[in-house]
């Protein structure tokens, strides 16, 4: 019993990466993708950190934030509408898999987009700006839980019964902007009032952005293990709201 259930998660996860393989492949170059997915971290940062006066490692902790939030929650509120629109999105729904499984497949494409880029403002940080990593392992962490806590996140908007890319990619956009301004990323939680502060602990942003401020400082105003399990379990969470959208997505005949 426990060979079968042991081949069973095999055979799942290899159906999981042959999807992700896939989207890669296809999706990764599409201008949606690059657009929200690459260029617009980049030029947030950039607006909000002009001719401010920061050292190179808190200016890259914010910005590793940045590209793991924007990044990853790009993936699934494009992919998913625009494959229901061209009709293969069907064949992923009758292959003999889980759907907790093709979910899982889609969450990675995110999750890799948003390392891949994460990596790429890190090597330029470390290169250009001569940043250095306080606790690397922090940041490791930081990166992949929370790449795959905001895929999860711009998953929910992917399971929206919807054809169209446009109709989940704008309202997914206004969210992460209104996670963003209440996260810390560009106002420290010390200069924040209570008020101000109980909201921001609300957003998982929060917390990876405290987290990447331990890897490059040394130092964050929450414990490292409190962000990294946060992130951990607000990524099992938010694939809870997609499989019952999906769900009801499929009784709607999308």
């Known amino acids: 019993m426990n060979m079968e259930l042991l081949e069973r998660i095999r055979d799942e996860l290899a159906l999981a990466w042959a999807i992700t393989v896939k989207d890669m492949k296809i999706y990764y170059l599409r201008p949606g993708m690059i657009m929200f997915g ?29 590209t793991t939030f924007f990044t990853a929650a790009a993936a699934g509120p494009f992919i998913i509408p625009l494959e229901r629109r061209l009709g293969t ?18 969450t990675a494409v995110g999750a890799f987009f948003a390392i891949g880029v994460s990596a790429f403002a890190l090597a330029a940080g470390v290169v250009a ?12 962490a930081g990166i992949l839980l929370g790449s795959f806590s905001f895929s999860a ?4 908007f992917g399971s929206v019964p919807t054809r169209n890319p446009g109709d989940v990619m704008m309202p997914s956009t206004l969210l992460r902007w209104g996670l ?35 890897a490059m400082l040394g130092m964050g105003l929450l414990s490292p293990w409190l962000d990294l399990a946060v992130l951990l379990v607000t990524g099992v969470l938010f694939l809870i709201p997609s499989i019952k959208m999906h769900q009801r997505s499929r009784r709607l005949g999308y």
């Open 38 to 66: 690459f260029l617009m971290p980049f030029f947030m940062f950039f607006s909000f950190s002009v001719r401010r006066e920061m050292p190179a490692e808190q200016g890259i902790a914010r910005l590793l934030a940045l």
């Open 89 to 106: 999105y069907d064949r992923l729904l009758a292959a003999p898999m889980s759907l907790l499984t093709l979910l899982l497949g889609k």
């Open 129 to 140: 700006f001569g940043a250095t990593i306080a606790q690397p392992w922090l940041l490791i």
């Open 153 to 156: 996140l711009g998953l929910i």
């Open 180 to 214: 963003l301004f209440v996260s810390g990323v560009f106002i420290p939680l010390t200069e924040m009032s209570p008020a101000a502060q109980a909201v921001a602990y609300l957003s998982p942003l929060t917390y990876a952005q405290d987290l990447m401020n331990h």
